[in-house]
């Protein structure tokens, strides 16, 4: 009987040993934070050059952490961009590749057999939410955030409809929750205040389990819009300023994909890009009070270079910095983006990389944190050496990139060596050009005349870089109603 209940006790601690180390691994997995601005150019933060207005939150980060100076978007637009990231993949293979838009709201879904890096995450046991902007599938559709390993989604589940910050509504999950505040012509409750306090208590309800929490935010996308409280700061500091007729209360527009109306677009765009700023020094700082900062690695980065639209101005405040183009361009300006690691602890303060890596590298990066095996069928190549300042990291065979509208676009970097292709659908406008980032960052000089050699390599490069996709050819989007 002595024995039996010997092995009994044996057998009992060794389970609740187990259980307890079981424990002990699953709050050791870092929990992940990833914020995503909405068309914010290279040269928009401080700490990246900017000095028409300040990011201290952001340059602090910086100044507590990593800076990359060569990180790229997925694409130069908004949905493909958030598809590379997502799954890994360059926009050569991930599903999403353009901006086709579904009506009355949404865009094009990805499709059920998608796998994404929230899907990854949440199998490996981490509380997974999005607060923000999705774009990835309309409401209710197989590419709705729900569908696509987010436990918790609130915000805009379109991106036209995310062009306007007081909407008529947003999305809780599958909940189409009605801002009773905007309702008529009333422009009071501002989406991107409600979404940030989501996203707060989202950290706040999963302190103790590990969690991955993606934030795309809106800002600071066309509409320059913001309250009044956000704007007195910067009213009369930036002369000249530049005003922007747009759409009015009475407009079919109106709280529907088209840009409202600001007469002090400088202050405004300033405001935002502040407001961006003290938003992502409160995750910073929620995450230090609840005793998590040691165990969570925040990432922050842009979806694509800075915009023309809704009266903005990007030459005024050098938004690409040394860069050349902009939005919906494959040069530099339109999709290299800043990208700051934070990391107490693990990632040494105050550090800078050059290594190149884009948005694909994210779900490996991700993997490798928690500590699980990336899907095969990706693209991505973990960066997390260059995190921990670490040797042993993989570099690019080269980087790829397609966009779908303005006659069809690609660019593809190897090395130093970039290529750029422009209306590629018309034979008889096409242009290749080859640029030495090495020596002309602002990609001024075309030396593919002097170099037929390496233009002849990239081309080959090219061909093999994509796989043909039955929805996203090399088309004008479609609206699909």
Same mark, same amino acid.
């Given at each position: 009987?002595?024995?039996?209940?010997?092995?009994?006790?044996?057998?009992?601690?060794?389970?609740?040993?187990?259980?307890?180390?079981?424990?002990?691994?699953?709050?050791?997995?870092?929990?992940?934070?990833?914020?995503?601005?909405?068309?914010?150019?290279? +040269? =928009?933060?401080?700490?990246? &050059?900017?000095?028409? /207005?300040?990011?201290? $939150?952001?340059?602090? #980060? !910086?100044?507590?952490?990593?800076?990359?100076?060569?990180?790229?978007?997925?694409?130069?637009?908004?949905?493909?961009?958030?598809?590379?990231?997502?799954?890994?993949?360059?926009?050569?293979?991930?599903?999403?590749?353009?901006?086709?838009?579904?009506?009355?709201?949404?865009?094009?879904?990805?499709?059920?057999?998608?796998?994404?890096?929230?899907?990854?995450?949440?199998?490996?046991?981490?509380?997974?939410?999005?607060?923000?902007?999705?774009?990835?599938?309309?409401?209710?559709?197989? +590419? =709705?955030?729900?569908?696509? &390993?987010?436990?918790? /989604?609130?915000?805009? $589940?379109?991106?036209? #409809? !995310?062009?306007?910050?007081?909407?008529?509504?947003?999305?809780?999950?599958?909940?189409?929750?009605?801002?009773?505040?905007?309702?008529?012509?009333?422009?009071?409750?501002?989406?991107?205040?409600?979404?940030?306090?989501?996203?707060?208590?989202?950290?706040?309800?999963?302190?103790?389990?590990?969690?991955?929490?993606?934030?795309?935010?809106?800002?600071?996308?066309?509409?320059?819009?913001?309250?009044?409280?956000?704007?007195?700061?910067?009213?009369?500091?930036?002369?000249?300023?530049?005003?922007?007729?747009?759409?009015?209360?009475?407009?079919?527009?109106?709280?529907?994909?088209?840009?409202?109306?600001?007469?002090?677009?400088?202050?405004?765009?300033?405001?935002?890009?502040?407001?961006?700023?003290?938003?992502?020094?409160?995750?910073?700082?929620?995450?230090?009070?609840?005793?998590?900062?040691?165990?969570?690695?925040?990432?922050?980065?842009?979806?694509?270079?800075?915009?023309?639209?809704?009266?903005?101005?990007?030459?005024?405040?050098?938004?690409?910095?040394?860069?050349?183009?902009?939005?919906?361009?494959?040069?530099?300006?339109?999709?290299?983006?800043?990208?700051?690691?934070?990391?107490?602890?693990?990632?040494?303060?105050?550090?800078?990389?050059?290594?190149?890596?884009?948005?694909?590298?994210?779900?490996?990066?991700?993997?490798?944190?928690?500590?699980?095996?990336?899907?095969?069928?990706?693209?991505?190549?973990?960066?997390?050496?260059?995190?921990?300042?670490?040797?042993?990291?993989?570099?690019?065979?080269?980087?790829?990139?397609?966009?779908?509208?303005?006659?069809?676009?690609?660019?593809?970097?190897?090395?130093?060596?970039?290529?750029?292709?422009?209306?590629?659908?018309?034979?008889?406008?096409?242009?290749?050009?080859?640029?030495?980032?090495?020596?002309?960052?602002?990609?001024?000089?075309?030396?593919?005349?002097?170099?037929?050699?390496?233009?002849?390599?990239?081309?080959?490069?090219?061909?093999?870089?994509?796989?043909?996709?039955?929805?996203?050819?090399?088309?004008?989007?479609?609206?699909?109603?």
């Amino acid at each position: 009987m002595k024995v039996v209940l010997f092995f009994l006790v044996v057998l009992l601690f060794a389970g609740s040993s187990c259980q307890r180390q079981s424990q002990t691994e699953e709050l050791q997995k870092p929990n992940i934070v990833y914020i995503l601005a909405d068309d914010l150019g290279y +040269g =928009d933060l401080g700490c990246y &050059g900017q000095s028409r /207005f300040q990011t201290p $939150n952001l340059d602090k #980060m !910086a100044g507590e952490g990593m800076l990359f100076t060569q990180h790229y978007a997925g694409c130069t637009v908004c949905a493909p961009s958030r598809s590379s990231l997502m799954t890994g993949q360059t926009t050569g293979h991930t599903p999403i590749r353009g901006n086709k838009e579904w009506q009355p709201e949404g865009q094009w879904p990805m499709s059920d057999s998608t796998f994404t890096m929230a899907e990854m995450l949440k199998e490996a046991g981490y509380v997974t939410g999005g607060f923000g902007k999705w774009g990835l599938g309309y409401p209710g559709s197989e +590419g =709705d955030a729900n569908m696509q &390993g987010f436990d918790e /989604f609130y915000g805009y $589940n379109c991106q036209r #409809m !995310a062009h306007n910050y007081y909407p008529s509504h947003l999305w809780n999950n599958q909940e189409k929750i009605i801002m009773q505040e905007n309702t008529g012509a009333n422009l009071s409750e501002y989406a991107a205040d409600s979404i940030h306090q989501h996203a707060l208590q989202f950290i706040e309800k999963n302190k103790d389990k590990p969690f991955f929490l993606y934030y795309p935010s809106t800002i600071p996308h066309a509409e320059l819009l913001l309250p009044e409280k956000y704007m007195k700061e910067y009213k009369g500091k930036l002369l000249p300023e530049k005003s922007f007729k747009g759409a009015e209360p009475g407009d079919p527009g109106f709280r529907n994909g088209s840009y409202g109306t600001q007469p002090q677009g400088h202050a405004a765009f300033a405001a935002m890009v502040g407001l961006l700023d003290k938003q992502v020094g409160e995750v910073l700082a929620k995450l230090k009070d609840l005793g998590l900062d040691d165990n969570t690695i925040v990432i922050f980065s842009s979806d694509n270079g800075p915009h023309l639209e809704g009266g903005a101005d990007p030459d005024y405040f050098n938004s690409n910095g040394p860069l050349k183009g902009y939005k919906r361009d494959v040069y530099e300006g339109g999709i290299r983006e800043p990208m700051i690691a934070w990391w107490p602890g693990k990632i040494k303060p105050g550090t800078k990389s050059d290594h190149i890596s884009a948005f694909w590298d994210v779900m490996p990066t991700a993997a490798e944190l928690a500590g699980i095996k990336a899907p095969d069928n990706i693209d991505g190549i973990s960066f997390l050496p260059t995190l921990l300042s670490e040797s042993g990291q993989k570099e690019h065979d080269y980087l790829y990139w397609e966009f779908h509208e303005k006659g069809g676009r690609k660019a593809l970097r190897k090395g130093n060596w970039k290529l750029v292709q422009n209306n590629v659908l018309d034979p008889k406008k096409k242009t290749t050009e080859l640029y030495d980032l090495s020596t002309d960052i602002g990609e001024e000089h075309n030396v593919a005349d002097e170099h037929p050699e390496i233009v002849k390599e990239l081309l080959e490069l090219i061909k093999s870089a994509r796989t043909e996709s039955e929805v996203f050819t090399f088309q004008s989007p479609t609206i699909i109603k």
